[in-house]
């Protein structure tokens, strides 16, 4: 289990981190979904024991990050956004040096380097230097490293980035297996149909703040409803029109009017002197949750 406390984190003057608390249960698949530079890998990075937290605190199996740094960090296996591995090492070769802080001897890691590397494709590339890797086999090889001390957690901070359809649907089903070997998986991603296909919850991060915490078949509920969308010039003042309708926010240059009350064809007739381009029902979907969620955090922060 991964339990997150209260984490906060500064860089110099800037706070990236406000707070953020949430778990991560055995046998359950966590999407952490944000903005860059929202704080996702600064939680991440934290919770492998990689960054130290200005204050707060990650348990990791119920061993903390700050203070059993040694036992927090053998319980969780992490893959970075951009794994940085030596290029002049040959992949089996470096598999088993990096195994070696996990306590295993040569030859065991020698045999198991050899089943994993098979298991995430890179059977081929063994005895390859890994400056030879595109960045999605290096995403492999770091999946298969992750793999080295069988944790019972891990954090995958943007991992489907860089994979190829192969590569994504391998990842897609080593989580499920996690997930029902009774594992706590915590990935980022911002492929939010993805996370919607792989996710138990959904943590959703701004500003170095979680602004909602959904489980997925609550969001499912959400994104089958109808809602509006607009297209128009004079977003202000059309946006206060849309109030009365729904809850309107502004995604992607359009007004998305969720929970939408009233008669489309009035709402219609009210929006054209802002220059109404565009307006019909569209299906909700998780992004569409996700700049909602942002939306309400921000009319929140502003009063």
Do not use: C
């Amino acid at each position: 289990m991964i339990r997150i406390v209260n984490l906060y984190k500064k860089f110099g003057d800037f706070l990236a981190l406000k707070g953020v608390s949430f778990d991560v249960n055995n046998g359950e698949v966590v999407g952490f979904v944000g903005l860059n530079g929202a704080g996702k890998t600064t939680t991440i990075k934290i919770s492998a024991g990689v960054n130290f937290p200005t204050s707060g605190d990650v348990e990791i199996d119920g061993y903390s990050i700050t203070k059993d740094k040694r036992k927090a960090s053998r319980n969780v296996g992490w893959v970075p956004e951009l794994p940085n591995f030596e290029p002049d090492v040959k992949a089996l070769d470096y598999f088993v040096y990096l195994a070696g802080y996990y306590g295993i001897s040569s030859q065991e890691a020698k045999n198991l380097g050899k089943k994993l590397l098979e298991e995430v494709g890179l059977s081929e590339w063994m005895n390859v230097k890994i400056g030879k890797f595109s960045q999605g086999m290096k995403k492999r090889f770091a999946l298969a490293v992750s793999l080295a001390g069988n944790p019972n957690n891990f954090l995958f901070d943007e991992v489907l980035n860089g994979l190829d359809p192969a590569g994504m649907q391998f990842f897609k089903d080593l989580v499920i297996k996690m997930k029902n070997e009774g594992r706590a998986i915590l990935f980022s991603s911002h492929i939010l149909s993805e996370v919607e296909n792989i996710a138990d919850r959904v943590v959703f991060i701004h500003k170095g703040k979680i602004i909602g915490i959904k489980k997925m078949e609550d969001l499912r509920k959400m994104v089958s409803t109808n809602i509006v969308k607009a297209v128009v010039n004079n977003y202000n003042e059309a946006l206060k029109v849309a109030e009365k309708y729904g809850k309107p926010a502004i995604v992607n240059g359009q007004i998305i009017i969720s929970d939408f009350k009233g008669d489309i064809s009035e709402l219609s007739s009210e929006l054209k002197p802002y220059g109404l381009i565009e307006i019909g029902y569209e299906r909700q979907n998780l992004e569409s949750v996700f700049f909602q969620l942002i939306s309400e955090s921000e009319k929140s922060e502003s009063r």
